[in-house]
């Protein structure tokens, strides 16, 4: 019995050190965002702004991405027009591989989302999100990469489901 348990001790102590040799990196990214998506109507509305987001990886190709953005844009809403602000707030899991230079992704996100609308008086909602989508990280030199992220994101503000589109560019630096 006392002989199981100094095996059973040695393993656990040899898996500890074998999961710490496993590199666990991250980065972090920052950049432009385009958004099209529609807020209340069926229209989509052409939105600018910014994203950035921060990845912890806990296995080499695995990692959890928290992710924020703001757009900005006007639209017209029944002969009105109304000035717009987006936020997300989305947390969830990266698939990535590297090869050479490259580094593609996927991921899922789920989070929150707040719209603003103000058309003389102003109003706001804000409603669960969840977004899946990917990208292509090319790595420019040492720990900097260029980053180009594609995402569908899905919104209920005031009532009415919103499916839009994410673009975002930018720079990331691996760590």
């Not at 994203?51 to 296995?59: K, Q, R, V, Y």
């Not at 809403?77 to 899991?93: C, D, S, Y």
């Not at 839009?164 to 760590?175: D, V, Y």
Request: no cysteine.
């Amino acid at each position: 019995m006392r002989g199981l348990l100094i095996a059973v001790a040695f393993l656990i102590v040899m898996n500890g050190v074998a999961w710490s040799q496993i590199p666990t990196s991250g980065n972090v990214f920052f950049g432009y965002s385009y958004a099209r998506t529609p807020i209340v109507t069926h229209d989509s509305t052409n939105l600018n702004g910014w994203d950035g987001s921060l990845e912890g990886n806990f296995l080499p190709w695995i990692g959890l991405v928290a992710d924020i953005d703001a757009h900005y844009g006007s639209e017209t809403f029944n002969g009105i027009n109304a000035n717009l602000a987006t936020h997300n707030a989305l947390f969830g899991p990266r698939v990535s591989v590297s090869v050479k230079r490259f580094r593609p992704f996927a991921e899922f996100l789920v989070g929150v989302s707040h719209v603003s609308r103000n058309r003389g008086y102003s109003d706001a909602s804000t409603s669960f999100a969840d977004a899946v989508g990917g990208g292509l990280d090319y790595r420019v030199f040492g720990p900097f990469t260029v980053r180009g992220q594609l995402d569908w994101i899905s919104t209920r503000f005031f009532g009415n489901t919103q499916n839009g589109a994410r673009f975002s560019t930018g720079i990331a630096l691996h760590f």
